[in-house]
């Protein structure tokens, strides 16, 4: 079975700072898709960014970018000039290329302060 | 975009009843609905996968019968909890994939139910 690690339970940063979420994952698999999901205090699930494992190029999204080490099996989210509304929990997800469900990690708790 | 709602967002029964938790595809169809359990601070847990018309995929460890699942609609699941009692309070939330499916944007998160059970 899978299994996603998120080794930081919380991490602060200053607003207009850079930031980087750790995420490491286990699988057999070649084939698969990572993401990176934001849950604010509303609770509402939202996708940041995904990697398809195939893709040697590492995915962005305006201010956020990820580290995708297919052999280290590592997946780091970096959030450029952090602002007041990236506060929230970061989950990192894996999905199977053969199956549909997701498995998430532990998540970590993200404060961006003045 | 792909929208999913989610009602009640939050309910408090009383123990020995049964609670249903509906979702709704607003603007797609929804072939298979994941539900979540997420206890504080904690990570969502997959409690089970429903496909259109078929029955659900219970994971291990999670009771069937106590969690009863229905797909019949492909804009419709819903989440009954029977019998509710103090430890089936939890965060409750369902994620809807769509076919053909959307890429990897095709998860489509409703925005949770709180259950409280006095």
């Known amino acids: 079975a899978q299994t996603v690690t998120q080794s930081q339970p919380e991490m602060s940063v200053q607003e207009a700072e850079t930031v980087t979420l750790s995420c490491t994952y286990d699988t057999s698999e070649n084939n698969y898709y990572l993401f990176w999901y934001k849950q604010p205090p509303s609770r509402q699930m939202i996708l940041v960014i995904r990697?398809?494992?195939?893709?040697?190029q590492n995915a962005t999204e305006n201010r956020f970018s990820v580290n995708f080490q297919k052999a280290a099996k590592s997946f780091s989210l970096k959030i450029s000039d952090s602002q007041l509304g990236d506060t929230a929990m970061y989950f990192c997800?894996?999905?199977?290329?053969?199956?549909?469900?997701?498995?998430f990690g532990t998540g970590t708790r993200l404060q961006v302060t003045l | 975009g792909a929208v999913v709602s989610q009602h009640p967002s939050w309910v408090i029964c009383k123990s020995g009843t049964s609670v249903k938790i509906e979702c709704r595809s607003l603007d797609f169809q929804a072939t298979t609905m994941f539900w979540y359990r997420q206890f504080p601070k904690q990570s969502l847990m997959l409690m089970a996968t429903s496909n259109e018309g078929s029955k659900a995929t219970y994971e291990q460890g999670v009771e069937k019968d106590k969690f009863l699942i229905n797909h019949a609609s492909l804009t419709l699941s819903t989440l009954t909890v029977t019998s509710a009692h103090p430890e089936d309070s939890s965060f409750y939330i369902c994620s809807a994939r769509a076919l053909p499916h959307r890429g990897l944007r095709g998860y489509t998160f409703g925005s949770g139910t709180r259950l409280t059970v006095v």
């Open positions: 997800a894996f999905m199977s290329g053969t199956a549909s469900k997701l498995t």
């Open positions: 990697q398809e494992a195939y893709k040697q």
